[in-house]
């Protein structure tokens, strides 16, 4: 992950991705017990089975997470959202080690392209000025949203000041 200034939006392109995902309905600060260990048991368990494989080297970065702020989840109560929390694998990766079988961790194919990101220094409760202030500057520079809410978490939800990149994918306004 490149350094970013916080508070200051910007532009990039992201290439696409191949996932480690898990699949959630509910209160994203319930269902993250059981998500983290489930994602990081498949990143670390692939990890090392490719070392020992004599396979690709790679290193489990930041977790991300989509889907937590797409229209109309504010009138929904917070254990309808749903979302796809991922971890970046090596391309060509079919599939990973389960460590529970109550929490299935599946592999798919993120795409990017141009996207508009923020970095957040603060609690996850905060972050509504943030995005407000992403989404002005996705208008104010002649894009829309074309992709869901996406999260990075750069720290421990347990920091003192959590650091998380918001993230949308986004194309050029026509007209």
């Given amino acids: 992950m490149k350094k970013m200034k916080p508070f200051v939006p910007e532009l990039s392109e992201m290439p696409a991705a191949t996932m480690a995902v898990v699949h959630t309905v509910g209160d994203p600060t319930k269902v993250a017990p059981d998500v983290f260990p489930a994602l990081y048991g498949a990143g670390y368990g692939l990890k090392f089975a490719l070392k020992k494989a004599g396979g690709p080297e790679f290193k489990v970065t930041a977790p991300r997470g989509r889907g937590f702020s797409t229209p109309g989840r504010e009138v929904r109560p917070r254990d309808q959202w749903a979302a796809a929390w991922g971890l970046e694998v090596p391309e060509g990766t079919r599939e990973v080690p389960q460590k529970d079988p109550k929490t299935p961790v599946v592999i798919e194919r ?31 520079n002649g894009y829309e949203i074309v992709g869901d809410h996406e999260e990075e978490y750069q720290s421990r939800p347990d920091a003192t000041s959590p650091k998380t990149v918001i993230r949308y994918r986004v194309r050029k306004r026509e007209g």
Wanted: glycine share 10%; aromatic share 12%.
């Fill in 110 to 140: 993120w795409e990017y392209g141009t996207v508009a990101e923020v970095l957040h220094v603060g609690t996850y409760a905060d972050e509504g000025p943030t995005i407000q202030l992403l989404h002005d500057f996705i208008a104010a």
